[in-house]
């Protein structure tokens, strides 16, 4: 196999059937599913289950494409770090939900403008599942919530969050967790920092009465706690991109209020796009020192990290 078999798997998989990767490639359906033969031939293995004009991965598909990821990541580095010129090809990119919504719009004009041949592929999770497609290569960096543990990951921070409690407007002022006791919680699912700061905030005692309702849009969060459904625990940031946040605001305790969102990439590792993307991230958005000192404080322990 090379790196074109690779990228046809790659792309097959990712589009699920042969017609959309073949317009994707820009390549004949004929030689894209020929391709994909010679490749199961030469691997000895089934790597995809058809169902009529879908496919799906077959484990052995599923530890290939963990393979060409990285096969194809190190080949994309390989290039740009041969190339004298400004970064090109494709950034794969991953970032919260809610830094896509209020971060990032102003950070990827300036880099689309600074860097023009460069595709950026984004995709938005949790923090837990952001930060593992980085180390599983399937991303090659992202912004997550809070700086990893995990040594395959470098970090920098970058944007100062402050978390909120909010509420539908007519409830009563929240002054400790008690005074939300019996009502719902409305959260992202598990893998969600913000939710872990939830979770230690209200207390495994009242967890245990609580009933969590999982989400995966903070508009459509918002919308519910305004609504009387629940409370949730969000940025400032984000509600500022919601013109229609009708919810009350309710102050937290300055330990879990105060976080830092980094920006995450491989150790070790120096893709061309990233170190440019690092670079204007860093100049435009660095949080004050006091800010990083402030968040870096945050105990977190008895806490699983995102």
């Not at 792309?11 to 017609?19: D, K, L, P, S």
């Not at 020929?34 to 004009?53: M, N, Y």
């Not at 990233?274 to 000192?293: E, M, T, Y």
């Amino acid at each position: 196999m090379d790196l074109s078999d690779l990228l046809i798997f790659k792309t097959v998989a990712e589009e699920g059937g042969i017609v959309k990767a073949a317009g994707r490639l820009h390549r004949v359906q004929s030689n894209v599913t020929t391709r994909i033969k010679q490749l199961e031939a030469s691997v000895g293995v089934e790597l995809f289950f058809r169902d009529k004009q879908r496919l799906y991965l077959s484990p052995q598909g599923q530890l290939l494409l963990s393979y060409a990821n990285k096969l194809l990541g190190l080949a994309e580095e390989a290039k740009g770090a041969m190339s004298a010129g400004p970064p090109r090809g494709t950034l794969r990119l991953g970032a919260l939900e809610s830094t896509a919504a209020s971060r990032l719009p102003a950070i990827l004009s300036d880099f689309h403008t600074c860097y023009p041949d460069v595709n950026i592929e984004l995709k938005t999770g949790t923090n837990d599942s952001l930060a593992m497609a980085v180390i599983e290569r399937q991303l090659d960096a992202a912004f997550i919530a809070q700086a990893p543990a995990q040594k395959e990951l470098s970090s920098l921070p970058l944007f100062a969050e402050h978390l909120v409690l909010i509420t539908a407007l007519a409830h009563r002022h929240v002054a400790k967790a008690a005074d939300v006791a019996g009502e719902s919680v409305i959260a992202f699912p598990q893998g969600c920092a913000y939710r872990r700061i939830t979770e230690r905030w209200l207390g495994s005692q009242m967890l245990v009465s609580m009933r969590i309702l999982e989400l995966s849009s903070y508009h459509a969060i918002v919308a519910l706690v305004a609504s009387g459904t629940g409370i949730a625990i969000l940025p400032e940031s984000v509600l500022a991109t919601v013109q229609s946040a009708q919810v009350r605001r309710h102050e937290l305790p300055k330990v879990l209020a105060n976080v830092v969102t980094p920006l995450v990439w491989r150790t070790g590792e120096q893709i061309p796009a990233v170190i440019a993307l690092r670079d204007l991230a860093a100049a435009k958005n660095k949080p004050s020192p006091r800010s990083a000192r402030r968040a870096s404080a945050l105990p977190l322990s008895g806490v699983a990290v995102l």
